[in-house]
């Protein structure tokens, strides 16, 4: 939804994503959607990174400058609450268990990378913008993790070992997921 889909201006500085109006000042991406009745004209303006944004309620039905008003609230309101820098802090290892787990993995021809952060399992498709949230996972039973947050969320992620304990693949909402890209022919032998 917050990606453009239609340029309305050849500088890109308005256009629309699906559903959402976009407009873009400097290296910022401002979405939101406006809205009314007969009398009543509403806006609602957001930067989706910083989770700030503004709300413009007017009891007129004309309002040359709506759109431009929202945007000066949500700027504003960007320079009053600077969120405060956090301090680095180097990551902790992963435990053993998790570490075969972890890289660049298939499905389907999109590459994800599953990462450890923060004490957890994430995935992330290789070419989602860095500010859309990961999936994270939460470990259910023996090579078994339920994803608690982000796409897929209710879903099930397994892990697929050869005989001899290594992991060869794995399944994320049924999809089949290799360390190498694979055609995709359809039903998968291993989930049948």
Same mark, same amino acid.
């Given at each position: 939804? #917050?990606?453009?889909?239609?340029?309305?201006?050849?500088? $890109?500085?308005?256009? $629309?994503?699906?559903?959402?109006?976009?407009?873009?000042?400097? !290296?910022?991406?401002?979405?939101? #959607? %406006?809205?009314?009745?007969?009398?009543? *004209?509403?806006?609602?303006?957001?930067?989706?990174?910083?989770?700030?944004?503004? +709300?413009?309620? %007017?009891?007129?039905?004309t309002?040359?400058?709506?759109?431009?008003?929202?945007?000066?609230? %949500? @700027?504003?309101?960007?320079?009053?609450?600077?969120?405060?820098a956090?301090? $680095?802090?180097?990551?902790? &290892?992963?435990?053993? !268990?998790?570490?075969?787990?972890?890289?660049?993995?298939?499905?389907?021809?999109?590459? %994800?990378?599953?990462?450890?952060?923060?004490? /957890?399992?994430?995935?992330? #498709?290789?070419?989602?913008?860095?500010?859309?949230?990961?999936?994270?996972?939460e =470990? @259910?039973?023996?090579? /078994?993790?339920?994803? +608690?947050?982000?796409? !897929?969320?209710?879903? +099930? =992620?397994?892990? +697929?070992?050869d &005989?001899?304990?290594?992991?060869?693949? *794995?399944? $994320?909402?049924?999809y089949?997921?290799?360390?190498?890209?694979?055609?995709?022919?359809?039903?998968?032998?291993?989930?049948?």
């Open positions: 939804m #917050h990606e453009l889909q239609i340029m309305a201006e050849p500088d $890109w500085t308005y256009g $629309w994503g699906l559903g959402l109006s976009l407009w873009r000042r400097g !290296e910022r991406i401002f979405a939101g #959607h %406006t809205g009314g009745f007969p009398g009543f *004209l509403s806006m609602l303006v957001y930067s989706r990174p910083e989770r700030i944004g503004a +709300v413009v309620l %007017t009891n007129s039905g309002w040359p400058k709506l759109s431009e008003t929202a945007l000066m609230l %949500t @700027e504003a309101a960007l320079e009053e609450f600077v969120p405060a956090e301090s $680095w802090t180097p990551e902790e &290892q992963p435990p053993q !268990e998790m570490i075969p787990l972890l890289g660049r993995w298939w499905s389907e021809g999109s590459e %994800t990378i599953f990462s450890w952060r923060g004490g /957890r399992l994430e995935a992330r #498709h290789a070419s989602a913008p860095s500010a859309r949230e990961p999936s994270v996972f =470990l @259910e039973g023996e090579d /078994r993790y339920r994803t +608690v947050s982000g796409r !897929e969320r209710g879903e +099930v =992620l397994r892990v +697929v070992r &005989q001899e304990g290594t992991v060869v693949k *794995l399944y $994320w909402a049924t089949p997921f290799t360390r190498e890209p694979e055609i995709f022919f359809g039903v998968d032998p291993d989930v049948v």
